[in-house]
């Protein structure tokens, strides 16, 4: 079973920047796709951004394409989201989310096998 361990949230103010990690306990041969998905209060998780490993593709939910940007590390096993341009409604739980094998479908929750507990973001105004 991998593990997933997220890091790096926060209080931050409208337009501050954060980066978040993500660690994972196993990498090589276990994960092939990872991924952020949030979940503000009262609403359902959603995806915010994808990648493959060695970063062959990468995927951004519109509401933060040019704002985010995700990264993966494989030697780390580590991946990351770097987000700058914060705005209010970015405040939500973050997740990071793997699968071993590839996906069509990246914005379906039901598609990742391995998630993290979540790290608090907090955008204020």
């Known amino acids: 079973q991998v593990q997933l361990l997220e890091s790096g949230g926060g209080v931050v103010q409208e337009g501050g920047s954060l980066r978040l990690s993500c660690q994972a306990s196993e990498f090589t041969g276990r994960i092939e796709v990872m991924a952020w998905f949030r979940q503000a209060p009262g609403k359902e998780r959603e995806f915010v951004s994808g990648?493959?490993?060695?970063?062959?593709?990468?995927y951004y939910d519109d509401s933060v394409k040019g704002r985010f940007s995700i990264s993966i590390d494989d030697a780390r096993s580590m991946l990351y989201l770097q987000m700058d341009s914060l705005i209010p409604d970015d405040t939500a739980v973050y997740y990071c989310?793997?699968?071993?094998?590839?996906?069509?479908?990246?914005?379906?929750?039901?598609?990742?096998?391995?998630w993290g507990h979540g790290t608090q973001v907090t955008v204020s105004s």
């Open positions: 990648i493959r490993k060695a970063g062959i593709e990468r």
């Open positions: 989310a793997a699968r071993p094998h590839y996906l069509l479908n990246w914005r379906s929750r039901g598609e990742y096998d391995y």
